[in-house]
């Protein structure tokens, strides 16, 4: 058999490759480059050791960014509130051109390295049978139930070099939206992560003092500019990464609940993605008319969920993109963010579609606002809270 299998270079997928070779069959590894930081050429050498019988490498970045982080970035995605989607907005992506890969060489069958207790099982197998619906679908780390000590073991005896793996206990996966990591001591939910979970992001004792300012601006929903220099989201993303990692913003410490009904405890670091998400809602507050803006909220939570359960090719994500989408019309402007040690934050906006009037808002002189429209409206207003307490009275 032919198989495809979604390589990442470390310890897990190097053993299927090894144990798949050994079985017989082929397997074409293929790594999906989506700005995460790594050693390609180690990766590369392990693949061939294991036995792959070839290594694609595959730009994904540009496409990443362009469809799958800008809808998410419209549509202020986040699970629960706090987790912004690192791992669940790259699956679908890499599934994608998994299924490419696949066709190109004839493959049989599309592997990945998940197990069977997390989501990303379900995001790649949901979406590559939404894709390729005639390709077998392999999950092998969680039909061989292969533990972490059976891999390295299995590595070992073709002499495979794993000792990064061997002095790290925490899984990791990285892209340009941001770094998760989990395992190790993370599991206990009494203790703080230690310094070493993070690989991103300076601790506040190394942060800069002086605070720094930078202005984002925004096309249709979509960062357009930094500091006035032309940018595109790809080029923001990757710049406000460094700097919101220089100032030790974007960690996040989350007990999350999987899919598959378990609480894990994760960490992330997302100092650009969560820049991006801080300057975008405030654009919206300025821009967006009220009822739109509540309903758009409601959107952003079943939009998040629909991603994160691994419902990418869905006809109803579709169906709210257009729904956010529309909403994005018109949503130019500039968002000034403060970087200070730990934290960024707004502290200014302005767009030519802004609904916020000043001559409406103020309390001082230049008021606009004629107060005596109040009296009629606030009486329409809580007629039926007043006619029902009078009635409940008159029946007491």
């Not at 470390?10 to 070779?21: E, F, K, S």
């Not at 190790?184 to 506040?204: H, K, M, Q």
């Not at 190394?206 to 979509?222: C, H, I, K, M, N």
Request: aromatic content about 8%; some cysteine; charged content about 25%.
């Amino acid at each position: 058999m032919k198989i495809v299998l979604a390589y990442s270079g470390g310890l897990d997928t190097t053993a299927v490759v090894a144990r798949y070779t050994d079985e017989g069959h082929e397997v074409v590894a293929a790594y999906g480059e989506l700005g995460q930081p790594g050693e390609l050429e180690q990766a590369s050498a392990r693949a061939m050791a294991a036995g792959a019988a070839a290594l694609e490498v595959l730009d994904l970045r540009e496409g990443f960014a362009r469809d799958y982080l800008g809808p998410a970035l419209k549509a202020n995605a986040t699970y629960e509130g706090r987790y912004p989607l690192v791992s669940a907005l790259s699956r679908p992506c890499i599934s994608a051109a998994l299924v490419d890969v696949a066709r190109r060489h004839g493959a049989d069958a599309v592997a990945h390295g998940c197990t069977g207790k997390g989501n990303d099982q379900v995001r790649f197998e949901v979406s590559i049978r939404a894709l390729a619906p005639d390709l077998d679908v392999l999950a092998p780390i969680r039909d061989w139930q292969l533990s972490r000590d059976d891999s390295m073991r299995l590595l070992e005896s073709k002499g495979i070099a794993i000792d990064v793996t061997k002095r790290s206990p925490y899984s990791i996966d990285e892209n340009v939206w941001g770094r998760a990591c989990e395992a190790g001591v993370i599991e206990d939910p009494w203790a703080a992560p230690p310094e070493e979970a993070f690989g991103w992001t300076n601790p506040l004792a190394a942060a800069p003092t002086t605070p720094r300012e930078v202005v984002v601006g925004f096309t249709g929903g979509l960062p357009t500019a930094l500091d006035g220099e032309a940018t595109d989201l790809l080029g923001a993303l990757e710049a406000l990464n460094s700097i919101g990692s220089e100032y030790g913003t974007g960690r996040l410490d989350v007990i999350e609940n999987r899919l598959v009904g378990i609480k894990s405890r994760e960490v992330y670091e997302a100092p650009g993605a969560l820049a991006l998400l801080e300057a975008h809602r405030s654009l919206e507050d300025l821009c967006m008319e009220r009822d739109l803006l509540h309903e758009k909220a409601r959107v952003e939570i079943r939009w998040a969920e629909l991603v994160y359960n691994g419902q990418w090719f869905s006809p109803l994500r579709e169906a709210l993109d257009a729904f956010v989408e529309s909403s994005q019309a018109g949503l130019d402007g500039e968002v000034r963010l403060r970087y200070e040690a730990g934290r960024v934050t707004t502290v200014g906006r302005r767009s030519p579609a802004a609904l916020y009037d000043e001559s409406l808002a103020t309390y001082g002189d230049g008021d606009t606002f004629d107060q005596s429209d109040s009296t009629g409206f606030v009486k329409l207003f809580g007629l039926p809270v007043v006619h029902a307490a009078s009635v409940r009275e008159a029946r007491r």
